[in-house]
């Protein structure tokens, strides 16, 4: 069992950025790829990265603007987001999948367990 918390989200202008952090607990946690996925209003769910033992990826609308690390002591991962847009507006959840970030990463029945997820919230 993993449980999964996430924080920091908020308020933020056009360009600017926050950090969010994934907490994670139980004995298996580090077995598992972490990543993290947005939900905008009226919209599809999408993915935004994943990070594992094989390294970070990103979607590509957030390449160049997000970055994905780990703290392993505090078993928290990190979502650091620059060049913030009013559509990166949404929940931001994260999500632990047994093993790898593999070619399958963005797709979301590949993790099982989930957070509660966080607000994200971009004015123009």
């Known amino acids: 069992q993993v449980g999964l918390k996430e924080s920091g989200g908020g308020l933020a202008q056009l360009g600017g950025s926050l950090r969010l952090s994934c907490g994670a607990s139980?004995?298996?946690?580090?077995?598992?790829?972490i990543g993290w996925f947005r939900k905008a209003a009226g919209k599809e769910g999408e993915a935004v990265s994943c990070?594992?033992?094989?390294?970070?990826v990103y979607a590509g609308s957030m390449k160049g603007r997000f970055s994905i690390a780990l703290d392993n002591a505090k078993h928290t991962v990190f979502l650091q987001m620059n060049s913030l847009k009013p559509e990166d507006t949404g929940v931001y959840y994260c999500?632990?999948?047994?093993?790898?970030?593999?070619?399958?990463?963005?797709?979301?029945?590949?993790?099982?367990?989930w957070g509660q997820g966080t607000q994200v919230t971009v004015s123009s």
């Open positions: 999500a632990a999948g047994w093993g790898e970030c593999g070619p399958s990463w963005n797709f979301h029945l590949g993790y099982d367990y």
């Open positions: 139980g004995s298996t946690w580090g077995h598992y790829a």
């Open positions: 990070l594992s033992d094989s390294g970070p």
